[in-house]
């Protein structure tokens, strides 16, 4: 069993739908949350960033942390098609030096139009 | 301020060669991380160079290798290349350190093929 569990879709929504993606992890000492985005061929952007458990919101975007449950989720409002990309999870435990990301193997989200 | 940049972006090789790409960070950035994507085990941290030093390193035989200039470009070496080497190669650049909570900037990945 992998470390992050991350359901690789394809999701397919219409334009304006609420998203939720998630993913679920086994290592509890994880303690900093991420999500990336990656559009066909780019590299992932940092779209959000959490340390330990709550909500943060930016904009349309809110990411959700429960580790009691070992569960995160990102919430996408009013979703258009400029949202279709790939989402990755990532997360890390703290360290120092030798932290490492480990990371969910990405949704694949259709917004259409 | 540009992006990170990576060459090639394509690449096709046979089995049994070897293959060098290059990354080049943001202005500024003093560390650089690499990582291998694929469908089925997704993204893979490499190792982390940071100031012509390896930092840090994942999980990976010594076929894979990497080193740092002191201008801070990166560049890594898979040699005796194996059909599973086949791979999205990302690399990532942040300021301090890929692994605290600096944001790390993706380039757009060299895509290798091994045939």
């Known amino acids: 069993q992998k470390e992050v569990e991350q359901d690789p879709g394809p999701l397919s929504v219409p334009e304006g739908a609420i998203v939720s993606l998630n993913c679920t992890y086994s290592?509890?000492?994880?303690?900093?949350f991420m999500w990336y985005r990656q559009y066909s061929r780019k590299g992932p952007e940092l779209l959000m960033y959490t340390y330990s458990s709550g909500n943060k919101e930016d904009g349309r975007f809110t990411a959700q942390v429960d580790k009691s449950s070992k569960y995160i989720s990102l919430f996408i409002r009013d979703s258009q098609p400029s949202d279709s990309a790939t989402y990755l999870c990532a997360m890390s435990t703290y360290a120092g030096n030798n932290r490492k990301l480990i990371w969910g193997l990405g949704t694949s989200l259709a917004v259409n139009p | 301020k540009a992006g990170v940049t990576q060459t090639p972006r394509y690449l096709i090789k046979t089995r049994g060669q070897q293959v060098t790409l290059s990354c080049s960070p943001i202005s500024g950035h003093r560390s650089v991380s690499w990582y291998q994507q694929t469908p089925g085990q997704g993204l893979q941290f490499l190792f982390e160079y940071f100031s012509e030093t390896q930092r840090n390193k994942g999980n990976f035989p010594g076929r894979f290798s990497g080193r740092q200039f002191s201008n801070s470009r990166s560049e890594m070496n898979v040699s005796t290349l194996e059909l599973g080497d086949s791979a999205l190669y990302l690399c990532a650049s942040s300021l301090n350190s890929a692994q605290s909570t600096d944001t790390q900037y993706f380039g757009p990945g060299t895509r290798l093929t091994v045939l």
């Open positions: 290592n509890s000492a994880f303690q900093y």
